[in-house]
Nanobody, 113 residues
């Protein structure tokens, strides 16, 4: 059974930082590209960051230079370090095994101005 369990969301002031974690089980994690998506109220879900099995990364333009995606293959965990947070980063953040229908339950990130 595939499971993706996110943690680390919360309420933070603009300019602050949060680190999201996603613990993965049930797939060969080290071979799988992993992604973070987010969905704000009334908006479509969007890709925030992607990391390949070899560690190559891709970011949405809106988060470049502020967010960092990383992975620890020994712990089957992918992370999203979010710095210099803005109110427009407020959303539910989801972990995804890229190009699959395996999703976490989502974690709320709220950035106050």
């Amino acid at each position: 059974q595939v499971q993706l369990v996110e943690s680390g969301g919360g309420l933070v002031q603009a300019g602050g930082s949060l680190r999201l974690s996603c613990a993965v089980s049930g797939i060969i994690f080290r071979l799988r590209a992993m992604a973070w998506y987010r969905q704000a109220p009334g908006k479509q879900r969007e890709l925030v960051a992607l990391i390949s099995g070899t560690g190559s990364t891709t970011y949405a333009d809106s988060v470049k230079g502020r967010f960092t995606i990383s992975r620890d293959n020994a712990k089957n965990t992918v992370y999203l370090q979010m710095n210099s947070l803005k109110p427009e980063d407020t959303a539910v953040y989801y972990c995804n095994a890229f190009s699959t229908n395996y999703w976490g339950q989502g974690t709320q990130v709220t950035v106050s101005s």
